[in-house]
C-alpha cells in the first residue's frame, strides 16, 4: 500500500510539473498585457471559484469538523504568503526573465524546502542533501548568466531584478508549504486548498 502511494505521488507531481510548464507560457503570454498582482489575483479569483465549486461534487465539506481554528489560520496564512505574495513575486520575475530563465530560477524551490523543512519541522538533513542544493544554486547561476546581456546596465538590472524576484518567490512559496505540511497532511485536499486560495 505504502508503495502504491509513493508510485501515485510521483506521478501527481510529473503531471504537476507538466500542467505548470503549459501554466507558465500562458502566463508569460498574460503578462506582457497584465500587471503581476491583477494577473495574480485574477488566477486566484478564478481557482477560488472553482475550486468552492467543485467541493460538493467531489464529497467534501467547506468546514470540516476536525478542523481546528489553528488548522484554519495556518492554511490562510500560507495561501497568503505562498500563492498572493509568492506568485505575484514570481509574475514579476517571469515578465523580466521570460519563460526559459525563470522556469531555472524554479529550480532553487528545493533547496528552499530543505532549508524551511530544517527551521520549521526539524527535519534531518545529510551532507548529499546540501551538496544537491549547492548544485542547484551554482546551476541556477549558470543558467541566469549572458555575459553580452549582463553586459548592457540597464538589461542587467532587469535581469538581476527578476532572478532576486524569482528567488524571493520560490523562498516564500517552499516556506508556506512547509509550514502548512502537519496541516495538510491530515486534512481534505479540495477543503485545504480551496482555504489556501481564500487566504
Known amino acids: 500500500m505504502d508503495q502504491e502511494w509513493q508510485t501515485a505521488g510521483e506521478v501527481h507531481a510529473v503531471l504537476a510539473a507538466l500542467v505548470w510548464s503549459v501554466a507558465v ?8 498585457r497584465v500587471p503581476p498582482v491583477s494577473l495574480n489575483l485574477f488566477k486566484n479569483t478564478v481557482g477560488l471559484g472553482l475550486f468552492a465549486l467543485s467541493i460538493p461534487l467531489v464529497g467534501s465539506t467547506y468546514a470540516p469538523a476536525s478542523a481546528t481554528v489553528n488548522d484554519w489560520l495556518i492554511l490562510l496564512f500560507s495561501g497568503a504568503v505562498g500563492i498572493a505574495v509568492a506568485d505575484t513575486l514570481f509574475f514579476g520575475a517571469l515578465n523580466r526573465l521570460g519563460a526559459g530563465r525563470a522556469a531555472i530560477v524554479d529550480c532553487l524551490y528545493s533547496p528552499f524546502v530543505i532549508l524551511w523543512a ?9 551532507l548529499h542533501h546540501l551538496a544537491a542544493a549547492a548544485l542547484v544554486g551554482v546551476a541556477v547561476w549558470l543558467g541566469t ?3 553580452k546581456q549582463w553586459a548592457d546596465r540597464s538589461v542587467r538590472r532587469d535581469l538581476a531584478l527578476g532572478v532576486v524576484m524569482g528567488g524571493l518567490a520560490m523562498l516564500t512559496m517552499a516556506g508556506s508549504i512547509v509550514a502548512a505540511k502537519p496541516v495538510l497532511e491530515r486534512s481534505d485536499f479540495w477543503w485545504a486548498t480551496t482555504v489556501r486560495l481564500l487566504g
Open 25 to 32: 507560457i500562458l502566463f508569460r503570454r498574460s503578462g506582457e
Open 118 to 126: 530544517v527551521v520549521l519541522i526539524d527535519e534531518q538533513v545529510g
Open 145 to 147: 548568466w549572458d555575459p
